[in-house]
């Protein structure tokens, strides 16, 4: 029974939870769980609107047309008569078969479609306008005979289900009628006897759970959609072609055929909407109805009948047809058969004393209302901190934040389907990924660079071991030679530069084993603010170059090797004065945390080139004449510093276009490096 499996179910592949069905559902009877929007069978009031808005697909109606087709077969050995399976016709059905520029099957006329309804196998086809008309009357007589009574409408079982759920205090005003399907039920039972099964067919989805209620248990067999009916014409192969026309069965109707349209039940039962005196009002569709009932509730509407229906327009909207004809197409086209059929044809008369009567009973599924601060809290996790957070965008699928908020208390919903805090955490992690991800390229140049730097490093000091010997004994001749050498003698140039380079391999050969050699750091506690005034002290400053000494550390003591560092600093100052060929500034500033000291050495001079930024620490790369630069001196600092656990990097502009030239060497050391030294 659809009471107990859901009128809906959620196709889980197909489910790509867009909220449509959330936002579109009257009852919020949608609950997001583990990224599936499920319907909640004992919230559900079987409207359609998440059938009809899903574009994927993913919601399925409850099946109906496996107990129909048990109902039609006929056993060739049974014996006996079997009872009569009656088909009851919603007055909408034009709209669904009568335009022919929206369906292969539609277009066709009532008498084609009642053949083929007969060719399944049904006995009678009936027009259920026939109980529509007799509603009509009783609606009628309900108004004139009580004069100061308030009445909500009865005929669309979905608006029935709303009330009993979610307005239980409006119970006491739903009218005491049966809907026009189960009025054509108990007419055709008193007809054609007891055991006869009536199969109600129409667009209507909450029409299956009304068929399935226990009070109506003996009324109604099954209700078909229109979709389903299509189902068994095209299983069977049948086609308004292929059956001969036929007429409805009686009883027949009169403007109860209008029913299916808003207001229909009012020029059916003869009830004029009067904007003046206001006595009569009607509301359809999700938003409109859910508002009426609310006003009508706090007594700012009062009428003596609201008329309101789930489906926008009417029921020739709902969500079991298969038409997608746009609503003023269909409301012409049900009106046009309504004016082909109604003249000549008295009203209906008979069957007054069919029991009518409709007793309804309060299903209270309103959910608990959290407190303000519970409100605030979730709010707050949804990354609504302030009034001004709170965007009321509609992308989760509820009107505002805080129902949003009150669906999480409730269960019905989830923190990660408000949109703009999801793109706001995104935004959040891909920043958060972004620094991994430099942290993690600078690692990796790190580790390249420490690589290299072995490499090179024992490539170094065997070629420096090899060449030192002969080239003393080379430095030490030519020494000797030019000692001896008269200096107007036309050899002494010779010998002189012969000398002079023996002299530079010397010290090629000396940084080659400095930069090879891996000397153990000693470390001594230190001032780092005396200690870097001692390193200019040791650096000849030309009176072309300012020095300045920025920055006092507020901790000044650090652990670090004086005699490596002081190579460092003097280093860096030496290649900052020689970056500025011409007047400049050499700026030497220090600042430090409780973990770390940083010091950072500023010229004012040319730059590096941008593509040489990355190679500076490469051993024997230099962008100095031949003859002024080995290429080792920044390599040396880079082991240096790393055997102190520290960092040392470079920022530089060479082009004068993107702002002032000159570079920054900032050395990071631990004021503690005792995490193992290299």
């Excluded at 559902?25 to 583990?34: E, G, Q, W």
């Excluded at 009783?138 to 009993?164: D, H, M, S």
């Excluded at 009569?280 to 229906?309: C, I, P, Q, Y």
């Excluded at 620094?435 to 170094?460: C, F, P």
Aim: net charge negative; with cysteine.
């Amino acid at each position: 029974m659809p009471e107990k499996s859901g009128l809906v179910l959620t196709i889980p592949e197909k489910c790509r939870v867009c909220y449509t069905c959330v936002r579109e559902c009257p009852a919020k009877a949608i609950r997001i769980h583990a990224g599936q929007a499920d319907v909640v069978p004992e919230r559900c009031i079987g409207c359609g609107n998440c059938v009809r808005v899903c574009s994927q697909h993913a919601k399925k109606v409850y099946d109906s047309a496996t107990a129909v087709r048990g109902l039609l077969e006929r056993d060739p050995a049974a014996t006996g008569t079997r009872a009569p399976v009656i088909a009851c016709v919603a007055p909408s059905f034009p709209a669904e078969f009568g335009i022919a520029d929206y369906q292969s099957l539609s277009g066709i006329d009532h008498t084609r479609l009642v053949g083929m309804i007969r060719k399944l196998g049904f006995d009678r086809v009936v027009e259920v306008a026939y109980g529509a008309d007799l509603v009509a009357r009783r609606y009628r007589k309900l108004i004139a005979e009580q004069p100061n009574a308030r009445f909500i409408a009865t005929t669309c079982p979905a608006i029935v289900l709303y009330v009993e759920k979610y307005h239980p205090e409006l119970v006491p005003f739903l009218a005491p009628v049966v809907s026009p399907m189960i009025a054509t039920a108990r007419v055709l039972h008193r007809r054609y006897g007891a055991d006869a099964r009536v199969v109600f067919i129409g667009p209507c989805i909450a029409k299956k759970a009304e068929a399935a209620a226990e009070r109506y248990r003996d009324d109604v067999t099954a209700a078909l959609t229109f979709m389903e009916l299509r189902q068994l014409f095209e299983e069977q192969g049948i086609t308004a072609e292929s059956v001969e026309p036929s007429e409805f069965d009686p009883p027949h109707p009169g403007k109860g055929m209008l029913f299916s349209v808003k207001r229909g039940i009012l020029q059916a039962a003869g009830i004029a909407e009067d904007l003046i005196a206001g006595d009569v009002v009607a509301a359809d569709g999700g938003s409109e109805f859910g508002h009426a009932l609310r006003e009508f509730s706090d007594g700012h509407l009062d009428v003596r009948l609201l008329e309101v229906l789930s489906c926008k327009g009417g029921c020739i909207m709902g969500a079991g047809a298969s038409t997608h004809a746009p609503l003023f197409s269909r409301r012409a086209v049900v009106s046009r058969y309504v004016r082909d059929r109604l003249p000549g044809r008295e009203a209906p008369a008979g069957d007054e004393d069919v029991d009518l009567a409709a007793w309804f009973y309060p299903d209270d599924k309103s959910m608990p209302i959290p407190s303000q601060d519970e409100i605030k809290a979730i709010l707050e996790r949804i990354g609504k901190a302030t009034p001004a957070d709170e965007l009321n965008c509609g992308a989760c699928g509820y009107e505002s934040c805080r129902e949003h908020a009150i669906a999480i208390f409730d269960g019905l919903a989830e923190s990660e389907m408000c949109l703009p805090a999801t793109i706001s955490r995104l935004n959040e992690a891909i920043g958060e990924l972004g620094i991994t991800n430099r942290q993690l390229a600078n690692a990796q140049q790190a580790l390249v660079q420490s690589e290299k730097l072995a490499s090179m490093g024992q490539l170094a000091a065997g070629i420096a071991h090899e060449v030192n010997n002969p080239l003393g004994v080379v430095l030490l001749y030519s020494q000797l030679l030019l000692e001896e050498c008269d200096p107007k003698a036309e050899q002494y140039q010779d010998l002189k530069k012969i000398a002079e380079q023996a002299d530079r391999c010397k010290k090629i050969v000396s940084g080659l084993l400095n930069f090879a050699r891996k000397n153990q750091v000693t470390l001594k506690t230190v001032k780092i603010d005396e200690f870097l005034s001692a390193c200019g002290h040791a650096v000849v400053v030309p009176e072309r170059v300012r020095l300045v000494m920025a920055g006092r550390v507020a901790d000044p003591e650090t652990e670090l090797d004086p005699d490596q560092m002081m190579q460092v600093f003097t280093n860096l100052m030496n290649n900052a004065i020689e970056a500025m060929p011409g007047e400049g500034t050499l700026t030497v500033s220090a600042a430090g945390d409780a973990e770390s000291v940083q010091v950072s050495i500023i010229d004012t001079g040319l730059g590096i080139p941008r593509e040489n930024i990355k190679k500076v620490f490469e051993p024997f790369f230099t962008t100095k004449q031949g003859g002024k630069g080995t290429g080792l001196g920044l390599a040396i600092c880079y082991g240096i510093v790393k055997m102190h656990r520290g960092s040392i990097m470079v920022q530089s502009n060479a082009d004068p276009k993107a702002g002032p030239t000159g570079t920054t060497m900032t050395v990071k050391l631990p004021r503690r490096p005792q995490g193992g030294l290299a």
